[in-house]
């Protein structure tokens, strides 16, 4: 197993140097919207699921590459790995480069958690729904998880965490874009009170086919309900302008051109991380190159045809 993928571009972290903590699809939600399809193991169990050593092993390998941030995320929930403190401290020994966790949150309840997070330098957690209904429809959590207790859990970390806290709030339309749900939402968000508010929506192919995307004109209306405004997550396009992330997107539209080719085909035919590849298809189908179909449950990307330049990158 690979731990580190990157870097890979990101909205909010530029070079992100990811490090992949639990096992592929272990996670304490199974969300409608997620790229990488079903939870295949809904926990709430913390251990080591991969050896710390390992992990910091390659990590130092790939300090070389000089990325914006060393972002703690991958195919699973990252607070469920029981070393996580010693991780982050160590990691700090090892370079300034600053540490980001992407997390769902679920786990912020526990006061072990949030101490094991305090010394990373941005946190950013999820609010997906403002209801019970409609986090139990969204999110499908692990039977142990309410709603109360997630969101209790993201505003005691506001009081303790003393570096930088933002929230993403995952919209979907006919879901919690609806104006009711929105509000509910923002109400959740005062009470949270983190430094920064990011709306984000399906951009990618998601576990559900009924998980929708808001489009960029009704996002930017419902930024303006939060207080301050939230922020909307721009399409990232010509964020692989640098030489090596239009190397890696290059392998991945001639590799698609050849075959029709799955995400694992793409990962495993190239050699890099999942993510990697997601990132890669993700520009290149916004950018109109791909076609993509299903063959019984998998997603199949193919190049079309007159996919020949790839100038606009």
Known sequence: MSFIFGPVPSRRLGRSLGVDLVPFK??????????????????VERREWVPLEDVLAELKEKLASQPDYITLSGSGEPTLYSRLEE???????????????????????????????????????????????MFQAVNRPHESLSFETMLQGLIDFRKEFPGRYWLEVFLLAGYTAIDSEVE??????????????????ATRPTTED???????ERMMELAKRFDPPAEVIADYRGVHAGSEFQAGRQSV?????RRPCSLDDIAAGLGMHRNEAIKYVEELDAEGLLEKQYSGKTLFYSGKHQAGNTKNA
């Open 26 to 43: 272990t996670c304490s939600y199974d969300c409608i919207y997620c790229q990488l399809g079903r939870t295949t193991c809904k926990t």
């Open 87 to 133: 991780l982050i401290a160590r990691v700090r020994a090892m370079t300034e480069i600053p540490i980001a966790v992407l997390t769902n949150g679920s786990l912020l309840w526990r006061p072990d958690v949030r101490r094991e997070l305090h010394d990373a330098h941005l946190v950013v957690p999820s609010l997906d729904a403002g209801s019970v209904g």
């Open 184 to 201: 509910k939402i923002v109400e959740c968000v005062r009470r949270i009170r983190p430094d920064r508010v990011q709306l984000n929506t």
């Open 210 to 216: 009924y998980a929708v995307m808001v489009n960029h």
């Open 253 to 257: 539209l001639e590799m698609v051109q």
